[in-house]
């Protein structure tokens, strides 16, 4: 079962930032958290993983609060490209389990 | 070239028969899976596998059996097809620090 929350769907101009929150208030002190991609019917794309400090490489960055008990994941200028199903997720070892994710829509 | 490929990419076929779905992946990760997405999107994990070894078996009905030759290979052969069997069927590779690397799928449609 998935042990994070995350909004069914957001919006985000083209050009501007967006910044998709994930909530896991349950996560262990071992667990990491992921983000995942779906674009249209690919196969779900890695973006990025951290356990508590903060987080970049060329796709995102991810803030993960000091408690991390939540995070955001941030596109800092989203395209047209980077409408997709975004999946948060926390997790130990070998098994990554995904939840329904946030659809995100990027508007021209 | 492709890091995760699985075939066929489109399988048609009746219920009651049988069928195989292959992978490979060559970025020599120890550990792979099998995730089957379906018509509501929900992407549920199958199997795992590390190394030969299966260590993930998610309440899978018995008609499904995974069977690794070795790291570098995943297949799942499916029997007695069902219609509730149509779905994407994902394969994917994960280094050791959990980054999974899916193929494209393998769309299944049991009429």
């Known amino acids: 079962d998935a042990k994070t929350t995350q909004p069914t769907s957001m919006d985000c101009a083209e050009g501007r930032a967006a910044n998709l929150p994930c909530n896991h208030s349950?996560?262990?002190?071992?667990?990491?958290v992921y983000w995942y991609r779906q674009i249209h019917s690919q196969g779900p794309q890695y973006i990025i993983h951290?356990?508590?400090n903060n987080e970049t490489n060329e796709m995102a960055s991810l803030i993960i609060t000091e408690d991390r008990k939540s995070s955001t994941l941030i596109l800092p200028h989203a395209t047209l490209r980077d409408t997709a199903v975004y999946y948060c997720?926390?997790?130990?070892?070998?098994?990554?389990?995904f939840g329904k994710g946030t659809r995100l829509h990027i508007l021209p | 070239d492709t890091a995760v490929s699985q075939t066929p990419k489109y399988l048609v076929t009746q219920m009651g028969n049988d069928k195989s779905i292959k992978c490979e992946q060559n970025l020599g990760h120890d550990t792979m899976y099998w995730y089957k997405q379906d018509s509501k999107k929900f992407l549920k994990i199958m199997f795992s596998?590390?190394?030969?070894?299966?260590?993930i078996n998610e309440t899978v009905p018995n008609r499904f059996s995974p069977k690794s030759p070795d790291k570098a290979h995943l297949n799942l052969h499916i029997n007695s097809l069902e219609l509730g069997d149509s779905a994407v069927y994902f394969c994917?590779?994960?280094?050791?620090?959990?980054?999974?690397?899916f193929g494209e799928g393998s769309r299944l449609t049991v009429l």
């Open positions: 994917a590779s994960s280094t050791t620090r959990g980054e999974l690397f």
């Open positions: 951290g356990l508590k």
């Open positions: 596998y590390n190394n030969k070894e299966l260590i």
């Open positions: 349950t996560i262990s002190g071992n667990e990491y």
């Open positions: 997720i926390v997790s130990y070892g070998d098994k990554i389990i």
